[in-house]
């Protein structure tokens, strides 16, 4: 494996599970230091002495991406431990309810925005002054296949994840000429762990799941984390703005 990344300082959220861990294994590989930061401690930790164990460089940061104090202390506690942000990986949500829009009550709506867009603005607020600060590097925002396409019952949730496109674009082009990229992933159908207890936990409902992506198949978080790293590194350095499928062909239909 190169070190394409090698020196760089990596803030990653939602960085114990799924997609986000995937993400934090693989960029510490090619020779980052990555900065876990997740709700639990225990388990954070855990990661993070694992990534160690195997000659990698991390630290884990108790951390409530809904919270911009949270996400302050995050960014600033690793410019005071490792004097500089290269790159942040923003990644931290979930699907929080499933209703018509109708049935939704105002909580349930600020809730699931709090957690899958406001999140992503407190980072990007925090990481920009640290990242420029450093020399510039770049940013990437999860916004899901559902931050273009739509889903029934699902309304909060795409709303969030299409704000999250929208502010990356916004972002990008108000950075781009200081030397930090901004873009968003589209993924599609990811085996983690949140997508197993799920309805892709049973039989049905993974071969539905599979089924809505031209592949026939979900991702491993493995082929997420690989896209994420090309993006995050100096050889991604033409590509700002942009909202990138990782999806199957999910977006093509």
């Known amino acids: 494996m190169s ?52 000659g990698g460089k991390a630290l884990f940061v108790p951390t409530d991406v809904t919270v911009e104090d949270s996400v302050a202390a995050l960014v600033r506690t690793t410019v005071e431990r490792f004097g500089r942000v290269d790159g942040a990986f923003n990644n931290a949500g979930g699907i929080t309810v499933m209703a018509p829009v109708q049935d939704l009550d105002e909580a349930a709506w600020r809730a699931e925005l709090d957690l899958n867009l406001t999140s992503v603005f407190y980072g990007i607020k925090h990481e920009v002054p640290a990242i420029l600060a450093s020399g510039g590097g770049a940013i990437l ?74 592949v026939g198949r979900v991702a491993q978080p493995e082929e997420i984390a690989a896209f994420a790293a090309f993006l995050l590194s100096d050889e991604a350095s033409f590509v700002t703005g942009a909202a990138l499928a990782v999806d199957g062909g999910f977006t093509t239909r």
């Open 141 to 214: 925002n999860n916004a899901s296949n559902l931050g273009v396409v739509g889903m029934a019952a699902l309304a909060p949730y795409v709303a969030a994840k299409h704000g999250i496109v929208g502010l990356t674009r916004a972002a990008a082009l108000e950075n781009a000429a200081h030397g930090l990229r901004v873009n968003a992933l589209l993924t599609g159908g990811v085996d983690t762990p949140a997508y197993r207890s799920s309805t892709g936990a049973t039989q049905q409902g993974r071969e539905m799941i599979a089924g809505l992506h031209p």
């Open 3 to 54: 070190s394409r990344l090698d020196s760089k300082v990596i803030i990653i959220t939602g960085a114990t599970s799924g997609m986000g861990k995937a993400v934090a294994e693989r960029v510490a590989t090619e020779g980052a230091t990555v900065v876990l930061a997740a709700r639990g401690a225990d388990v954070g930790e855990h990661f993070a002495a694992e990534i160690r164990s195997r």
